[in-house]
Each structure stands twice: as C-alpha cells, then as structure tokens.
C-alpha cells in the first residue's frame, strides 16, 4: 500500500505474541469513516482476528461521531462482501454516497469491474 494513503486517516493492529498480524485502515470521507483496508495475515486466518478489527473499526467510529461505516468491496469471494454482510453490513443507497467516497468508486472503476463490486455501509447508533 502507498504510504499516502495512510496519512489520511487512523489504523488499528492486531499482535500476537508481539507480532503484528492484522490491521486496518480508517479514513473520513463524507463525514462517515470509510473502511479502506482490513487485512489478516493468512497464517492466522480463521481465528476471529478480522472480525475483532471490524468491531475494533466500528467501535472508533462510533467513539468519533461517524454515523456510519462504508467501505468498497468485491461481490465474492465469501471473505470480502459475503464476510461484511455477515457482520451487518447492506449495501449502500445510491443517494447516500458522497462526492469523497464517489470519487474513490469512480478511481476503482478504472481498474475494475464494476459489476464484481459493492458498496457496503453500517449505520451506527450513536449516544
């Protein structure tokens, strides 16, 4: 990843054993936190390190004032959509997606199908 893109935004680790083994990468766009990265080394994968970052994620969200969390993701394979929408994550209203995040979709259609991708969100209950 472009160190750039971590400049923007905040990341949350994952260690065991004082080894770094996960991350993600949080970053504001239209005044909700978009979810830019998560990753698990494939080596300790299966053992809920992912889905304790995306709550880690959402919890930092909320703490901040975000009222919800967005993200980008494929379609398939299980672990990117299918794995978001198992943690409460929906597909995002047309009419809900800012000019930041429309920008990043509009970056991601110069490399990708379109149609293998989604926008997924998850409001936050604030308070």
């Given at each position: 990843?472009?160190?750039e893109r971590f400049a923007t935004g905040w990341i949350i680790v994952a260690e065991e054993a004082a080894r770094l083994v996960g991350?993600?990468?949080?970053?504001?766009?239209?005044?909700?936190?978009y979810l830019a990265n998560i990753a698990v080394l494939p080596d300790v994968g299966g053992r809920s390190i992912g889905a304790e970052l995306l709550q880690a994620s959402i919890a930092s969200a909320r703490e901040a004032g975000y009222?919800?969390?967005?993200?980008?993701?494929?379609?398939r394979p299980p672990w990117n959509g299918p794995w978001f929408r198992k943690h409460g994550f929906s597909p995002m209203p047309e009419d809900e997606i800012g000019p930041d995040l429309r920008g990043m979709l509009d970056r991601h259609a110069q490399f990708h199908d379109m149609a293998t991708r989604e926008t997924l969100w998850k409001q936050i209950p604030l308070g």
């Open positions: 990843m472009a160190a991350f993600t990468l949080n970053q504001p766009f239209d005044g909700l936190m009222p919800a969390v967005t993200l980008a993701t494929f379609r």
